[in-house]
């Protein structure tokens, strides 16, 4: 990135490194921004650090860890945030499982009230290589998105990952009385 600041007459131009990260994280937020907005939320007390890999049906992908400031032995933890295509992707978006009645009806009725939030969970649910599903109690269905939330170790301050533990998880996405 090029910077021109003009100082008094005297045009000074000086030259800004940008990190490959920062690039890609930018392409995602150009267009996925409510997705890199989560991440950034989810991400308070880090740093994002995002890669670059194919997926088998061709497609360019970002994925995304929040890393902790380093320990004092250089070792440091992070959280997966998630992956996201670097092109528009129209499939981009998590489903119920087939035959899943319920929750396909669930999410008709959600997207027939808010297609907008209905699009927002379906790309956080997908991002999270999660699938949806419902829950429902005393007239409430809750649509959910389960997924493995993984933590992650760069043990020797190398910027790889050394170890990983995955967590079952599932998070509420939205509800409909």
Sequence with gaps: MNVRLAIGVVIVAFSVP?????????????IYPDLVAQWENDCLSGSIDTSVFDRADGGKFANAICWYPPEADGSRTGQWLGIAPLNLHRTFRATCHNGDRSCQEALTQWRSID???VSRAEIYCASKQGTLFVVSRDGVTEIRCGFFATTVWDENSDGSI????????ETPLGTLN
Excluded: F, M, N, T
């Design 115 to 117: 297609p907008q939030a």
């Design 162 to 169: 050394d170890d990983e533990d995955p967590v079952s998880v």
């Design 18 to 30: 940008v990190r490959a990260e920062e690039v890609v994280l930018a392409k995602v937020r150009s």
